[in-house]
């Protein structure tokens, strides 16, 4: 009986050390993508996407080629991977940070400005991602997809608490936010020099303005 017990005892250690080095060793994955990102939006950001190289991708994120291959077989993946981050962050934010926020039509405007900003970080990396998403073709299109439906979501959720016309076209609504979006990118050419206060109350401006039509 001592034996068996043991033996259970020494297999519960084994089954929970495995565990724990099986979720390190996925820990450590999602820290070295992350790291990697970080990097590439940097370097695409100081250097241009052009003139940067997977090779200095890797210097600048401290990981050899190999490890950069293992998650992104080339320039490309990496604007995917960067955006589908930003997707990613901001439905965490929308679970986590913003799960309480009292309206969908306040959520729907932290989403945006959320976006808008995290794009000033970058805001020529940011653009180019952009005008990928506009390409059916891209393989990036499905972030713009991806987008769009987030919006969506958050769109029909105003109008079931009467904040739009039930009878609006939600796609038309999430045109208007995207275009939002878009203008803020590639009309306001100076964003990049903006402070936080006055962008901010630039965001608010157009926001209300432009789906003002929509509001009972």
């Not at 769109?155 to 039930?166: M, S, T």
């Not at 050419?189 to 901010?200: A, G, K, N, R, V």
């Amino acid at each position: 009986m001592r034996i068996l017990c043991l033996g259970v005892r020494c297999a519960k250690r084994i089954y929970l050390y495995n565990n724990y080095m099986t979720n390190r060793r996925e820990l450590n994955k999602i820290k070295s993508r992350k790291n990697i990102l970080r990097a590439s939006r940097r370097l695409f950001s100081q250097k241009g996407y052009e003139e940067t190289m997977m090779e200095d991708i890797a210097v600048r994120a401290e990981v050899s080629r190999a490890t950069i291959y293992n998650y992104f077989p080339n320039k490309e993946s990496l604007l995917i991977g960067t955006a589908d981050e930003v997707i990613e962050r901001i439905r965490d934010s929308l679970n986590k940070e913003l799960k309480d926020v009292e309206s969908s039509e306040k959520k729907l405007k932290l989403v945006l400005d959320e976006l808008i900003t995290s794009s000033v970080e970058y805001l020529s990396l940011s653009r180019r991602i952009t005008y990928l998403n506009s390409e059916e073709d891209s393989p990036i299109f499905k972030t713009r997809e991806d987008l769009a439906e987030l919006f969506k979501e958050l769109i029909i959720g105003v109008q079931e608490e009467n904040g739009f016309h039930r009878d609006a076209s939600v796609e038309d609504i999430v045109d208007v936010v995207m275009g939002i979006y878009l203008i803020a990118l590639f009309e306001w050419s100076h964003i990049d020099e903006y402070t936080p206060e006055f962008l901010q109350v630039k965001i608010d401006r157009f926001f209300d303005l432009m789906l003002s039509p929509f509001r009972p």
